[in-house]
């Protein structure tokens, strides 16, 4: 106890001192606040008492980049058209200041305002400076001209001015020249000659030269070195209290595409931007907790930061507030109102800002609507010919013609062409709207077609979709194939409409086979993206999900489908029962159907019968409903195949021989799906003599007639030698193909998981392989989960988390996965998950156990011999590995060799039976162990014998009885 008061008091000092140097630095940091604001505000009130020209453009520069709000708050308020006055009063005065003050006036126009006549007012200021000899107004017109701004493009007459600008030893102009020069050399000399520049003005303390640095490095080269030199200088900028450079690098760190991004960086140089009044930076500190917190700014400094842009009333800000107030209930909307309300009030010329009140005041969802409005906000940003503003507006007036009238309308249509043909993928679509409906333009499929295209080919799912709806739509039927490319397209861009457009075609059989294992898939992906239309077609998967609830909303939706007719309601209610396990109950809905005369109800009650290790009873039920759908589906190959392919899994000749006939008329006929059953059926001998080769050049003219079915089997064959010659690679490059088609099948996912995970046909890649299972365990598929949470156990190809890993293998228990719960157990046992949690171990081994686990089986009675995780109960253990050896468990029936060998009550009676039934049954370790006990006798048959059990051991893998096999060999005796 003496020892541990020094330690105490030593660590309740070094918390004081931590905290006394928190609170330090807070005060540091507001004194400096203060004495900032004091500064600017003396500055300001020493100005307003001159008249001079110079104390104009200082006052100007100042109200242009702002004012802190006030002495708590660093943000700066900036007040342009106040700004804007005092510049003007000085151009009115002539003098050696004019230059200058016509750059500051020209910035502040270029900055504002967009219109024509307001750039060529400041070209012609900018001109005028230049012709003075002022190097910046040289540099800013030259940009003007080389990117085209105020009319065509004259690189030359930039070139010129660029020059002029460098001769007056202006750096950035180097780099300028170095950009538009075509020989290398050249380009070198004028590069060399302004970075110079720079780096005198930079080391002179011009924290902008350190920004150009910053930014040159930045945008000339993605290599280490050189963005580490553009962090540099980006700091030495911030050093200098730069803000747009603190900005600028907050967003480089942030960027997920950059080899140094460092989220807790970007977060200190953002607070860094915003301390120095950067509007920009508070609001991404204030947004972040709204935004996936990928800077990690806890919510009360959000708050801080969102209340100090409110105070600075900027435009952007209060929309943005607005935004995150209305996730607040009642109060944060009725906040959110009112900001923009002030919003609408103070609205200047920043796009952005017009552009999110417009789409505020068009939606009426915070705000009350007002089209007209909307659109002159729309309008008013589109006056700097901005592209969104464009789409914005048209978009507007065509939705709303009832309000806008259709003068409007050709406007309308002029942006939204514009804005479609600069490559706005959105306005492409709405362009092909208006031409497919004929609003404001003559209607047009084709012209409309065109368009969906241009949209399609930047990767538009509602293009996709709008194509597949227009081909699918078309009354000649023919064009089928077309729209179902264009629906797989969407869904596997994640688009849920695609989806389920998908899946009703496989459904229904629509142009393609029909394929409901397909539809399934894609309807489950539907349903995981929240589409209700897609959890209908479900009713199989609801409870596989769980909850009566589910189960119950399933099977009423398809009783009342049942009632009204529907002839595919009876199957798939009868499916749901046989997946909560009541196959009694699917046996009555399909017999009840099929007695009404439903073709397919009895085709299902047949493969019902045929399932598993069918009776005589119900072979013989099977084929007196195959009988009736035959007679009923006659004309209909598809399912002829399967009719056809039942028979072949009937024990008596004349209907092996009649479903084999079957198949071989409907192969000559060209049907892919009667090709890839008779393959199978080859392949593995049902009903008919195995021909592999016969088998594989069947799936393969499957394959080419389009039977995706086809591809995967003979994949897996490949992969697992399945009645065919094991080729990988072969397997591989399948797998493959078939994930071009559809990626979202979560088997393929699995599949080249597997494959990339083992090496197996192609180079090991765990980080392909966690990829994979990752989209397969998104989709809900349990294998997938499993393979997920071994992966990040282990740390396979991603970072090991064990929270992770816990919540992989405990959605995949819930799903019903008994390995997934053995795995679970043997995480939490084994530390790798992080702590060893014992408890939580024999949990997670019970259950999966209780669901017939022999392993686990195992595992329980380890713990229960242990007292691990779980009280002491030995006869209980004994009890668990009974069951598990009744199960045939070799590793039981060793185990309970051990517990009678060596346990607390020794029978060596038990003992020895069981290490014989381990032994004979083939455990390698039982068969060693026996080998030994041979080896104590004294008689040569006993050696004989011990050799025999060596020898066996040897052979099942056991190394000891290799080496010991080995040196008997050498020596002629048998080892002790």
Known sequence: ?????????????????????????????????????????????????????????????????????????????????????????????????????????????????????????????????????????????????????????????????????????HGPSGLALARLETDPAKANVFATQGLKLLFQDARQGSAEAARVLADHYRTTGDGPERLSA?????????????AEAALRL??????????????????????????????????ILAEDPYNGAALGVQNGVAELWLNRAIETKAPRALVLAAEIRSQSGDEGRTAARSLL??????????????????????????????????????????????????????????????????????????????????????????MGDALLLGQGVPESQTAAMEWYQRAAASGSPVAYIRLGDVYAGRSAGLEAPQALDWYRKAAEANSAIGMVRLGKMFNEGRGVPQDQALAATWF?????????????????????????GHFNLARDSLEKAIRTGDARAPIALAKLYLVRGER??????????????????????????????????????????????EKAMARDDDQASRIASMYLRLPDTASTEHGS????????????????????????????????????????????????????????????????????????????????????????????????ARGDGVAPNRRLAAEFYAQAARQGDPDGQVRLGTAYLYGAGVDRDSQKSDYWFSRAGEAGVIEAKVQLGSAKLSGLAGNVDAEGAFASYLRAAEAGSQTAMIEVAR???????????????????ERAAALGSLDAMFELHRLHDVGTKPNAREAERWLRQAAQSGHAAAMYRLALRHQQGASEQDRMVAREWLEKAAQAGHSQAAKALQKLTTSGAVPG
């Not at 962090?231 to 200098?240: C, D, G, T, V």
């Not at 729309?378 to 048209?394: C, K, L």
């Not at 489950?524 to 009566?548: C, F, I, K, P, T």
């Open 863 to 881: 713990a229960l011999m242990k007292g691990f995780g779980t009280l002491a109960d030995p006869p209980l253990a004994k009890m668990w590995l």
């Open 250 to 283: 907050g967003r480089m760190r942030l960027d997920p595409k950059s080899p140094l991004r460092q989220p807790q960086e970007a977060r200190g140089a953002f607070v860094k931007a915003a301390e120095r009044g950067s509007v920009e930076a508070a609001m």
């Open 584 to 629: 009694t109950l699917a046996e009555m809905t399909l017999r009840r159907s099929a007695d009404s005369g439903n073709a397919e109800a009895a085709l299902s009650l047949a493969e019902l019968y045929l399932s598993g290790q069918a009776t005589a009873e119900q072979q013989s039920a099977a084929r007196r409903w195959l009988v009736v759908a």
């Open 230 to 242: 553009a962090i540099e200088w980006y700091q030495r900028a911030i050093e200098l209290g730069d």
């Open 1 to 169: 106890m003496a020892r541990i008061k020094p330690l105490l008091a030593s660590t309740a000092a070094t918390v004081a001192i931590l905290l006394c140097s928190a609170v330090q630095a807070q005060d540091m940091a507001r004194t400096e606040l203060q004495a900032r604001y004091r500064a600017a505000t003396a500055k300001m009130a020493e100005l307003k008492q001159r008249s001079d020209p110079n104390a104009l453009l200082e006052q100007g520069q100042l109200l242009q980049d702002g004012v802190p709000v006030s002495e708590t708050n660093p943000l700066k308020a900036r007040r342009l058209d106040e700004a804007e006055r005092l510049y003007d009063q000085a151009l009115a005065m002539p003098g050696v200041h004019w230059p200058s003050a016509a750059v500051r006036r020209a910035k502040l126009i270029l900055s504002r305002d967009k219109d024509q006549p307001s750039i060529q007012k400041a070209m012609d200021l900018l001109r005028r400076a230049a012709a003075l000899q002022n190097h910046e107004a040289a540099f800013l017109l030259a940009g003007l001209m080389e990117a085209g701004v105020g009319g065509k493009r004259d690189l030359e007459a930039a070139k010129n001015l660029y020059q002029i600008a460098l001769r007056s030893e």
């Open 524 to 548: 489950s992906r539907a349903a995981a993206a929240g589409s209700g239309a897609a959890m209908v077609e479900l009713s199989s998967l609801y409870s596989r999900a769980g909850g009566a």
């Open 661 to 756: 006939s079957a198949l071989e008329l409907l192969v000559r006929k060209n049907n892919s799906e009667a090709m890839a059953l008779l393959a199978s059926a080859l392949l593995h001998g049902t009903g008919i003599q195995r021909d592999p080769v016969r088998a594989e050049a069947l799936f393969r003219r499957a394959i080419q007639l389009g039977h995706d079915g086809a591809r995967f089997i003979l994949a897996k064959a490949y992969r697992d030698g399945d009645g065919l010659q094991r080729d990988p690679a072969r397997a591989f490059a399948l797998y493959r193909e078939i994930y071009r088609d559809e990626p979202g099948d979560t088997k393929i996912q699995i599949a080249l998981g597997d494959a990339y």
């Open 341 to 430: 309300h002030e919003a609408l009030q103070r609205v200047d010329d920043d796009a952005t800002a017009l552009l999110a009140l417009g789409r505020h005041v068009r939606d009426g969802v915070l705000i009350e609507r007002d089209v007209p409005l909307a659109l002159k906000l729309f309008d008013r940003a589109a006056i700097g010919d901005n592209t969104m503003a464009y789409y914005e507006f048209a978009r507007t007036a065509l939705s709303h013609q009832d309000a806008v009238g259709d003068e409007m309308l050709p406007t309308a249509i002029d942006r939204l062409r514009t804005a479609a043909e600069r490559g706005h993928v959105k306005a492409a679509v709405v």
